[in-house]
């Protein structure tokens, strides 16, 4: 839970962020996050998830 919630903030923040400083359009943001509650609702969307999931502990288990 409290990763998918990281992840849907710092999704978040990057759209933010293009539509200040690179000329995304709201209309864009707007059919992407459509998008992403229609592909959520999908056959798909387990395997999204653990990709997602996957990456996070690939991520998680660098050492620096």
Not at 5 to 18: A, E, T
Request: hydrophobic share 60%; aromatic share 10%; charged share 10%.
């Amino acid at each position: 839970m409290i990763l998918s919630i990281s992840g849907v903030v710092l999704l978040g923040v990057i759209v933010f962020l293009f539509f200040r400083k690179d000329g995304l359009k709201l209309s864009h943001a707007l059919v992407s996050a459509l998008f992403g509650f229609y592909l959520a609702s999908s056959a798909i969307a387990p395997s999204i998830k653990a990709g997602g999931a996957s990456l996070a502990n690939l991520l998680g288990g660098i050492k620096i």
